[in-house]
C-alpha cells in the first residue's frame, strides 16, 4: 500500500509555470506506475500524464503534451509534474495516483492522494 500527498499548487498568471510533487509513503514505491490527473469544477476527471516504473515509459493527453513534463524519484519516493505555459483551462485540482500497471484510465489506479488546486488566471 502507498499513500500518496501532492503540493506544490497554487495560482499563476497564464503563460507562467508551476511545479507539482507529490509525496508517496509505504513499501515498494518504486514498483508503482505512477500518473496526474486533474478534475475542473463542473467536469469529470481527466487523465494528464503517467510514468512506467523506471521512467522508461511516459505518456501525455493531448492537451497537455509539449508544456508539461511527468518525472519521477525513486530513491526520494517522490513523483513531479513541471508545467509550463499554463493556461486558464488548466486550471484544477490535480491528482497524483498510483498504479499496478502503466495506464490512463482512472479505473487502472489504486491509490489517490487528496488533490492539490492549481487556477491560472488570464
Known amino acids: 500500500q502507498v499513500q500518496l500527498v501532492e503540493s506544490g499548487g497554487g495560482l499563476v498568471q497564464a503563460g507562467g509555470s508551476l511545479k507539482l510533487s507529490c509525496a508517496a509513503s509505504?513499501?515498494?514505491?518504486?514498483?508503482?506506475?505512477m500518473g496526474w490527473f486533474r478534475q475542473a469544477p463542473g467536469k469529470e476527471r481527466e487523465f494528464v500524464a503517467a510514468v512506467g516504473r523506471a521512467s522508461n515509459n511516459l505518456y501525455y493527453a493531448d492537451s497537455v503534451k509539449g508544456r508539461f513534463t511527468i518525472s519521477r524519484d525513486n530513491a526520494k519516493k517522490a513523483l513531479y509534474l513541471q508545467m509550463n505555459s499554463l493556461k486558464p483551462e488548466d486550471t484544477a485540482v490535480y491528482y497524483c495516483a498510483a498504479s499496478s500497471r502503466l495506464g490512463v484510465r482512472i479505473y487502472e489506479y489504486d491509490y489517490w492522494g487528496q488533490g492539490t488546486q492549481v487556477t491560472v488566471s488570464s
Open positions: 509505504g513499501r515498494f514505491f518504486s514498483s508503482y506506475a
